[in-house]
């Protein structure tokens, strides 16, 4: 079992930045990959960004270049720095934790809303 809490969204002007964090409990070292999907009103959930084991980062095409995955393994938090954020950025973002058993696990959700 992994239990993942998820905090640092908010309401932020169109360019401004937000950091979300994923504090990962349990049996964290059967986390294969870890990282960020959203859920905008209406729409299917996507992935955002993830990282793996092995430190290799994936990026949804329309975050490339703004949005930045880290993560703090002493700590096991996962990080999302969001820079240029853009009305469409709107969201609930959630953690993902997928294991080598091949469970997902997610987050409560933080809520991401940007104005124009």
């Known amino acids: 079992q992994v239990e993942l809490v998820d905090s640092g969204g908010g309401l932020v002007q169109a360019g401004g930045s937000l950091r979300l964090s994923c504090v990962a409990s349990?049996?964290?070292?059967?986390?294969?990959?870890i990282g960020w999907s959203r859920q905008a009103p209406g729409k299917q959930r996507e992935s955002v960004a993830s990282?793996?084991?092995?430190?290799?980062?994936n990026y949804l095409d329309s975050v490339k270049g703004r949005f930045t995955i880290s993560r703090d393994v002493a700590k096991n938090t996962v990080y999302l720095e969001m820079n240029g954020l853009k009305p469409e950025d709107t969201a609930v973002y959630y953690c993902?934790?997928?294991?080598?058993?091949?469970?997902?696990?997610w987050g409560q959700g933080t809520q991401v809303t940007v104005s124009s």
């Open positions: 993902k934790a997928q294991t080598v058993y091949a469970n997902d696990y």
């Open positions: 349990g049996r964290t070292g059967s986390i294969n990959r």
């Open positions: 990282i793996t084991r092995g430190g290799f980062t």
